[in-house]
Nanobody, 122 residues
Framework: QVQLAESGGGLVQPGGSLRLSCAVSRDIVSRSAMSWYRQAPGKQRELVAHITDDGRRDYIDSVKGRFSISRDNAKSTMYLEMNSLKPEDTAVYYC????????????????WGQGTQVTVSS
């Protein structure tokens, strides 16, 4: 079973920066589409950033120009660099991996991490 472990969250003042990491227990990162989601208390989980297996990146409008998603295949790790953080960025951030190497019933395998808390407050 693939395990995902997020880290790097914490408390930061508005305008500050954090880098989140998602370590993947199996060597599947290079063949996967990967995403960062976030969920604030009382709100729905939302997709924040996405990177495909061929390197295309997408972001929700609210984080464009501030967040950057990347991955290191050799380290089996995905990152989310967050700059110019705002209070509305406060949420639990989750790593998601969709593995394209195995298709079951027409669907690729999908995995979630347990989340890391990001709090932006003065």
């Amino acid at each position: 079973q693939v395990q995902l472990a997020e880290s790097g969250g914490g408390l930061v003042q508005p305008g500050g920066s954090l880098r989140l990491s998602c370590a993947v227990s199996r060597d599947i990162v290079s063949r996967s589409a990967m995403s960062w989601y976030r969920q604030a208390p009382g709100k729905q989980r939302e997709l924040v950033a996405h990177i495909t297996d061929d390197g295309r990146r997408d972001y929700i409008d609210s984080v464009k120009g501030r967040f950057s998603i990347s991955r290191d295949n050799a380290k089996s790790t995905m990152y989310l660099e967050m700059n110019s953080l705002k209070p509305e960025d406060t949420a639990v951030y989750y790593c998601n991996v969709v593995f394209g190497g195995i298709i079951v019933d027409g669907k690729p395998l999908e995995y979630w991490g347990q989340g890391t808390q990001v709090t932006v407050s003065s």
